[in-house]
């Protein structure tokens, strides 16, 4: 793990770059990080979050600066910017069903090449999917989801890489902080090691390769 400057860490990130960020709603999400993708305005990204947030907030932000190519999300009804580029054709969107979509990303962590799962058997979200019967039910292949780079929020972090997470802003984050290549921390507090208790742990430190340093 190496502690780098929000600047250092963004510039890691090419345009065209399939991201991962935490968050539900914005609660939970490295605003500081979205903040610096759109100030060195890296185009082209495919986006992997569990929702578009709102303009102004979150990952909204990449959308009012225009910067998703491609977005897998769970749904996108309270950012109208979001939901124009897609009408328009200016990006493509992947809905996924919520439980679906922790899933594959779980999958994508552990290793595994997918899930099975009922959600969407008979409907549009099954089209193009394989179906597989299991003990006389159908169930749809739904294939892991891994990213190249997860922009992750943290309410602890310690020297070491561990982190912590504060109530509701843990959400999608320590299962995306498993299934990229590169994991990128935005810590609200960075303390000495021993600070974080053994057992309130939620990500150990072998999973994350860079914390923002304060300031």
Do not use: W
């Not at 124009?84 to 999958?107: K, W």
């Not at 929020?153 to 990229?180: C, E, K, V, W």
């Amino acid at each position: 793990m190496k502690v780098v400057s929000v600047e250092e860490a963004v510039a890691m990130i090419p345009s065209g770059a399939s991201v991962m960020v935490g968050g539900f709603m914005g609660v939970g999400t490295p605003e500081r990080l979205l903040d610096e993708l759109v100030r060195q305005n890296k185009a082209g990204l495919s986006l992997i979050c569990n929702d578009a947030a709102t303009p102004g907030k979150g990952v909204g932000k990449l959308f009012d600066a225009t910067l998703v190519s491609k977005l897998t999300a769970t749904h996108i009804g309270l950012n109208p910017k979001a939901q124009q580029q897609m009408l328009g054709n200016q990006i493509s969107v992947d809905l996924v069903p919520q439980g679906t979509f922790v899933e594959r990303i779980r999958a994508g962590g552990c290793g595994l090449g997918g899930v099975l799962t009922p959600t969407g058997v008979g409907t549009l979200v099954a089209e193009g999917k394989r179906q597989i019967e299991v003990d006389g039910k159908p169930f749809l292949l739904e294939t892991a989801i891994r990213a190249q780079f997860a922009l992750i929020h943290a309410f602890l972090a310690d020297y070491l890489g561990n982190l912590s997470y504060a109530l509701t802003a843990r959400n999608f984050n320590p299962i995306m902080a498993m299934a990229a290549d590169t994991v990128i921390v935005m810590a609200e507090n960075i303390v000495p090691v021993g600070v974080i208790a053994p057992d309130h742990v939620v990500t150990p430190a072998p999973l994350v390769d860079y914390i923002i340093a304060n300031g």
